[in-house]
């Protein structure tokens, strides 16, 4: 029997990582909350673009007018904000539903695991903006046929484009960060969304820490702004960004795939 178990551990071949990261990309679409993530995010795209177009009228009027990048960067606004919550349910799921007992019989080396989850949240990163460039598009259209010059630029700077998709891969590995971090969904939701927002304005409140400029090298948002521009950030801004992206995705992260490869599985 000895000898039987060993023949078949030497001929078992490993699932390719390929068709892990197709597993992850499924389970981000296939649950009932990412269903209807998914469709808030469409949901809401549209209303967006809806409200623009209606808005846009008065603006032209005003000789003002909408052009791509003012859709794009609009459209980014619910995926950037969903997205994250996505990458927390990837990771949480499993453990909150036992669904990691399946995964690690299946592929006992966890940390192919992480990477399969890391690289589907990075692919529905670059969805969301190519989704972001399909929706802008459309409505750009719409525009300049419905309401003509000044509307419907075609103009759109390399700048934000950068932005948008940097914007969007951090703000997936803070989520994905936290998610490992603390392996409970709402736990993970309330850190994204409260604890780096909270010290950032404490930041802001201390005087001398204010006058200091600490919250640049330290809040997520602060650091961020830069990004949301048409123009290319400067080296102190791409600095703050960084140092704190670091912080707050990189110590998130580490102690996050350590407790995933360490924790037992219930």
Do not use: C
Not at 171 to 185: C, P, S, V, W, Y
Not at 236 to 248: K, M, P, Q, S
């Amino acid at each position: 029997m000895t000898t039987t178990y060993a023949a078949v551990d030497q001929t078992a071949k490993p699932i390719p990582l390929s068709r892990l990261i197709r597993v992850e990309l499924r389970k981000l679409v296939d649950t009932r909350a990412g269903f209807w993530l998914i469709a808030s995010m469409g949901l809401i795209s549209v209303v967006i673009m809806v409200v623009m177009l209606i808005t846009t009228g008065n603006s032209t009027d005003n000789g003002d007018g909408a052009g791509f990048a003012d859709f794009f960067g609009i459209m980014n606004t619910p995926t950037g904000f969903l997205l994250p919550v996505m990458a927390i349910l990837l990771v949480t799921s499993e453990w909150s539903q036992r669904g990691a007992l399946i995964t690690f019989t299946m592929e006992p080396r966890r940390e192919r695991i992480v990477v399969a989850k890391l690289v589907a949240s990075l692919v529905a990163a670059l969805a969301a903006v190519a989704f972001a460039l399909i929706v802008g598009a459309i409505g750009n259209v719409i525009v300049g046929a419905a309401y003509g010059d000044p509307n419907g630029s075609w103009s759109f700077p390399a700048a934000g484009l950068t932005g948008a998709v940097i914007l969007q891969i951090t703000g997936l590995l803070l989520g994905f960060g936290f998610a490992a971090l603390f392996l409970n969904t709402p736990a993970a939701i309330v850190a994204y969304f409260v604890l780096p927002n909270a010290i950032g304005l404490v930041l802001e409140l201390v005087p001398a820490l204010r006058d200091h400029h600490v919250g640049d090298w330290i809040s997520t948002s602060t650091s961020s702004g830069p990004l949301m521009s048409d123009s290319w950030p400067t080296g102190a801004e791409w600095a703050h960004f960084l140092v704190a992206h670091a912080i707050w995705i990189g110590i998130p992260i580490t102690l996050g795939i350590y407790r995933i490869l360490r924790s037992e599985v219930k």
